[in-house]
């Protein structure tokens, strides 16, 4: 026997039992067993656990619209979690799908498909207050008992827009499940609309949401940001899984998580929603963003917002939107981005974002991509790195614009700034006009 190959495969052999049963819910690495009681309940692991199917008809719960699904989602949530099903069929979303713990939420692909309603919209007629739960509209029509509703002015937007549902009414003043994040002034333009996100998680553990199909209904809504919406919008659930889900035509973000670690994003698509197409952010650590499609969006394919880090974004294409394919800055660091493909999107391929030394974007790594044919009406490169950015290194990238003449806008191949700091930029294929501009030997 070869002792030493023998002790490996001992030793990887233990270090995957411990994984699994950690993965499992054991922190001790002690696989899940029936007879082992699990951490935070007092039994051992059930084999069989809360079902229930959900459709347009001949399911457990039948109906069409937010209502059905939700009872369903509460429901195997009060039992501990479990799985629900939804089948074929449209069904109209008044508010969101608020997820809850423990729960899998699976639906048949494009066959189900969550529908965004047309939303209602009117100025404040009073003040809303920090802290206050109730708001007063100058116009009430379409506002109503159960509907999902977002409150915001020219200075609450962001994290401080409030994003409630409708608890009660009493003719024009309306009660909120929550307080408002932030004064909306009257004078600041303050107004509500029933916008929210189509899938919503706050706060939660072991969620998982696969092969649903998201319709934003763009053009009969207005605009939500994508720090409180998305047509997926968590809000730190970590260790949440996206698998196989579509979505497409939302006002804002495609997919948005917020302070979430642990997130994986697998084999989804997010298309022509009118700003962001996949938002990690705010402090998101360790994402997989994996095999998915960010298409024909308002704004960039994949946006890493504030502290981002130590993630892996591979195998994803990031293809004709409105800004840049990959965007990074603000804290983003030491992420390994890996084998996508960023086609077509109307400015530079990849964007580092202009940050201060102690902000910057450092120590990520691209890796065996293909930056092809970016550009719309201005030139730009495959790769620009702003700010006081270093520590990069960029590996095996196939760079380079297959258009003909003044059709050709991605024009240079690297890009880096004046005060950008040290860059490894090896083995690359680069057909550009001018494959590396580096402005650092100006200082």
């Known amino acids: 026997m070869n002792f030493p190959i023998y002790l490996t495969l001992l030793v990887l052999a233990l270090l995957v039992s411990h994984q699994l049963g950690r ?8 696989p899940a067993s029936p007879y082992r009681q699990l951490p935070k309940a007092m039994h051992g692991t059930m084999n069989e656990r809360p079902r229930l199917t959900v459709g347009i008809r001949d399911a457990d719960l039948n109906g069409n619209d937010n209502r059905v699904l939700q009872a369903a989602v509460d429901y195997v949530g009060s039992l501990g979690g479990g799985t629900v099903e939804i089948g074929p069929g449209e069904f109209i979303m008044r508010d969101s799908l608020h997820l809850r713990a423990q729960v899998t939420v699976r639906g048949q692909g494009a066959r189900t498909v969550l529908r965004k309603a047309k939303a209602s919209t009117s100025a404040l007629a009073l003040d809303g ?17 159960g509907d999902g509703v977002a409150i915001w002015d020219k200075n609450a937007g962001g994290f401080h827009t409030t994003v409630a549902r409708i608890t009660g009414r009493n003719g024009n003043t309306f009660s909120l499940s929550l307080p408002l994040n932030a004064d909306c002034m009257v004078d600041s333009g303050a107004q509500a609309a029933t916008v929210y996100p189509v899938i919503s998680g706050y706060y939660l553990e072991g969620v998982r949401v696969e092969n649903l199909t998201v319709a934003g209904n763009q053009q009969e809504n207005v605009h939500l940001n994508g720090c409180r919406g998305g047509g997926v ?47 990690p952010g705010s402090g998101s650590q360790r994402a997989i963003v994996r095999n998915s499609q960010a ?8 946006f890493l917002c504030w502290r981002v880090k130590h993630g892996l974004f591979e195998g994803n294409t990031l293809e004709g939107n409105g800004r840049f394919g990959i965007s990074i800055g603000h804290k983003d660091t030491d992420n390994l981005i890996r084998n996508n493909r960023v086609i077509g999107n109307t400015n530079d391929g990849v ?22 044919n970016n550009g719309g009406s201005e030139p730009v490169a495959g790769i620009r790195v702003r700010g006081e950015t270093g520590e990069l290194v960029f590996l095996g990238n196939i760079i380079r ?21 040290p860059v490894e930029v090896t083995e690359n294929q680069i057909e550009a006009e001018t494959a590396l501009t580096d402005r650092r030997k100006l200082r």
């Open 233 to 279: 919008f968590l809000y730190r659930c970590p260790g949440a899984i996206l698998q196989g889900c579509t979505i497409r035509d939302y006002h804002g973000d495609g997919i948005s998580f917020q302070q979430s670690n642990d997130v994986e994003v697998n084999a989804c698509v997010s298309e022509g929603n009118s700003s962001l197409g996949l938002h």
């Open 295 to 302: 298409r024909r969006n308002g704004e960039d394919g994949l």
């Open 23 to 30: 993965v499992l819910g054991d922190p001790t690495g002690e």
């Open 401 to 421: 614009d297959t258009r003909k003449g003044v059709e050709r806008r991605q024009t240079i191949g690297i890009l880096l700034e004046e005060k950008v700091g």
């Open 351 to 372: 964007f580092f974002r202009e940050e201060s030394e102690g902000m910057a974007g450092h120590r990520n790594r691209l890796e065996h991509k293909f930056i092809e």
């Open 129 to 145: 207050d920090f802290g206050e739960e109730q708001i007063t509209l100058k116009e009430a029509a379409g506002f109503e008992v």
